[in-house]
């Protein structure tokens, strides 16, 4: 990788860190291999992750990652390889503007914009983690699976439930709060740490948005449309992180989904959104009414 990491370098990563790394095929071309998500899909963190990882191996200058948007244009096959295609858009001064297009065969799976910006002096503001809970005295999260999420990629993660999950309220409302580290070994270079964020922020965050029908549906269509992180500061993914969730909008079979990724100091370090095709079977019309609202704060 440009900046230094092993991610792309060295094979000989195990545990959860092996699975971000590409081999260079030549110039600009990357190729890599992904878990499976639900239903033998790939795992869309895992896409974000990748990407990120290939356009940042095209830098050689030092910069820090700032946003990344990415579009899911098919679901992936994870009994293939997926060939990553990074291409310079621009390259100024101060930022960089990287597209990645993700392909398996003649599919384009997914295709992004990675942003990278030098770091410079300024002041600094954050908005405050509303949960004061502490994660070392939280039950260890078991529910992935009961979601259907495959547990392969959560594997790594130490993940627990912050104070304000809400699953018991019938129906629950649409937000929820979850704590999340990394307890496998990581390279000390901070691209490798924000992959790893990228990964993790998209666990659930599709999931927030229908908590309020899950007593209601006998059957669950979800395919996520985008994914968008806003990189705020380095971050140590050894160490806990508050993903704090809400869904503020579902209507026509699309949910947006947005996070806040706090440090346990509570300092807000990423923003996440996501766009979602959400469908149901099985939910009475009488049913299919709006959601209870979330409060403005995002706490109950």
Not at 224 to 246: A, G, K
Request: charged fraction near 20%; charge should be negative; proline fraction near 7%.
């Amino acid at each position: 990788m440009g900046q230094g990491s092993g991610v792309t370098d060295d094979a000989s990563w195990r545990g959860f860190v092996h699975h971000l790394h590409l081999d260079k095929v030549e110039g600009g071309i990357y190729e890599g291999s992904c878990l499976p998500g639900r239903l033998g899909r790939i795992y869309g963190g895992h896409v974000v992750a990748h990407a990120l990882v290939a356009a940042t191996s095209e830098s050689d200058r030092g910069l820090s990652p700032l946003s990344l948007h990415l579009h899911f244009l098919q679901a992936g096959d994870c009994a293939v390889r997926v060939r990553y295609v990074v291409t310079a858009i621009r390259s100024g001064r101060s930022f960089e503007h990287w597209q990645v297009v993700a392909s398996q065969g003649e599919a384009v799976i997914a295709s992004a914009v990675v942003v990278l910006h030098r770091p410079e002096p300024s002041p600094s503001h954050t908005t405050h983690n509303p949960d004061d809970s502490d994660p070392d005295e939280l039950p260890v999260e078991i529910s992935f699976q009961r979601l259907g999420l495959r547990s392969v990629v959560r594997t790594g993660f130490d993940i627990r439930r912050g104070l304000t999950w809400q699953a018991d309220e019938a129906p629950a409302p649409p937000y929820q709060n979850m704590w999340f580290r990394c307890v496998d070994e990581i390279p000390d270079d901070p691209i490798t740490h924000a992959a790893v964020l990228a990964w993790a922020s998209d666990l659930e965050l599709t999931w927030t948005a229908d908590l309020p029908y899950r007593e209601g549906f006998h059957g669950r269509q979800a395919t996520s449309l985008d994914h968008v992180i806003y990189f705020h500061q380095p971050i140590d993914m050894t160490r806990w992180w508050l993903h704090r969730q809400t869904s503020p909008a579902y209507d026509d079979a699309r949910a947006l989904s947005l996070g806040e990724i706090y440090s346990r100091d509570g300092d807000l370090a990423a923003s996440v959104s996501q766009r979602s095709l959400l469908r149901f079977t099985g939910i009475p019309d009488e049913d299919l009414g709006a959601p209870p609202v979330v409060p403005a704060d995002g706490a109950s």
